[in-house]
């Protein structure tokens, strides 16, 4: 069982940074993938990024490659994810999750969500 609790989120001005972060509890977390995922109002959760469980491998969608980054810490249970030149389309609630053996975008091979926080990008 993986507990995921995600902090960082708030509103910045287009151009802006922020770091989330993830907290996840369990002593099993290194042997996850964890992923970034977002959601906007009216649409649907969106995969944002991946870091392999020994963070040697990561990727993104491409609607934030050069601009988002991943990292992970396992010595903290803990994974990153930095958001430079943000964007007014970058505005949603972010989701950390986990995955067991998977390697990917599918939301549906996430086994562990956080409850998300809200970042607003005003233009």
């Known amino acids: 069982q993986v507990q995921l609790v995600e902090s960082g989120g708030g509103l910045v001005q287009a151009g802006g940074s922020l770091r989330l972060s993830c907290a996840a509890s369990?002593?099993?977390?290194?042997?996850?993938?964890m992923g970034w995922f977002r959601q906007a109002p009216g649409k649907e959760r969106e995969f944002v990024g991946a870091i392999s469980w020994l963070g040697d491998s990561s990727y993104y969608a491409d609607s934030v490659k050069g601009r988002f980054t991943i990292s992970r810490d396992n010595a903290k249970n803990t994974v990153y994810l930095q958001m430079n030149s943000l964007k007014p389309e970058d505005t949603a609630v972010y989701y950390c999750?986990?995955?067991?053996?998977?390697?990917?975008?599918?939301?549906?091979?996430?086994?562990?969500w956080g409850q998300g926080t809200q970042v607003t990008v005003s233009s």
């Open positions: 999750a986990a995955a067991l053996r998977y390697y990917g975008p599918s939301r549906a091979h996430y086994n562990y």
């Open positions: 369990g002593r099993t977390f290194s042997s996850y993938t």
